[in-house]
């Protein structure tokens, strides 16, 4: 995996969640936006200062964040 450059972790921007370029558009946001079925054009028209490599980072952050760890599953 590259350097993730673009996603960042500040106790005082956003209460220490991961952010994009320490601005207060957290990483779970983004995944959420996709999730639901926004596309990185959708997004970034909601959210101009977001480019692709943002968006494409934030899901790579997602997966390796989901994958360092297993979690019980409640069901």
């Known amino acids: 995996m590259h350097k993730l450059d673009r ?3 500040n ?3 956003f209460q220490g969640q ?3 370029r320490n601005m ?3 990483v779970s946001l983004i995944v959420k936006l996709v999730s639901i079925g ?3 054009e959708d997004i970034i028209s909601d959210y101009p200062e977001l480019n692709k490599e ?3 980072q934030s899901l790579e952050f997602a997966a390796w964040m989901t994958s360092e760890k297993t979690l019980p599953l409640i069901g």
């Open 7 to 9: 996603v960042t972790v």
């Open 11 to 13: 106790p005082k921007v």
């Open 18 to 20: 991961p952010c994009i």
């Open 24 to 26: 207060r558009i957290p």
């Open 38 to 40: 926004k596309t990185p």
């Open 54 to 56: 943002d968006i494409k």
